[in-house]
Nanobody
Framework: VQLQASGGGLVQTGDSLKLTCTVS????????MAWFRQAPGKERVFVAG????????DYAESVKGRFTITRENAKNTAYLQMNSLKSDDTAVYSC??????????????????WGQGTQVTVSS
């Protein structure tokens, strides 16, 4: 099983980025997907999650209204559209997958599969 996160980069405050998580080895249609991030010197935190049929979506308060998580099960791919980026959004972003009955959870240690992370740096 492989999760490949991509799309990170160096941007300025207010810019947008779209992260992509491409999954192989499992069917995304049976897995909840989530994005987490870890800033330097801080713990990894939940950013957004989407259930396997996209009916349940959850966002961290810090990104609500700015970030949008979506998925395309047919492409085994999930996305994180990030708008109005702030310097506080600077972190390594990782995608994760969990086999589930359509529940989204914010707890990192229940996710079975993880990508390697992509760096997002927002400069002011």
């Amino acid at each position: 099983v492989q999760l490949q996160a991509s799309g990170g980069g160096l941007v300025q405050t207010g810019d947008s980025l779209k992260l992509t998580c491409t999954v192989s080895g499992i069917s995304l249609a049976t897995h909840t997907m989530a994005w987490f991030r870890q800033a330097p010197g801080k713990e990894r935190v939940f950013v957004a999650g989407i259930s396997r049929n996209s009916n349940n979506i959850d966002y961290a308060e810090s990104v609500k209204g700015r970030f949008t998580i979506t998925r395309e099960n047919a492409k085994n791919t999930a996305y994180l559209q990030m708008n109005s980026l702030k310097s506080d959004d600077t972190a390594v972003y990782s995608c994760a997958a969990k086999f589930t009955n359509n529940v989204v959870t914010r707890t990192a240690n229940v996710y079975e599969y993880w990508g390697q992370g992509t760096q997002v740096t927002v400069s002011s």
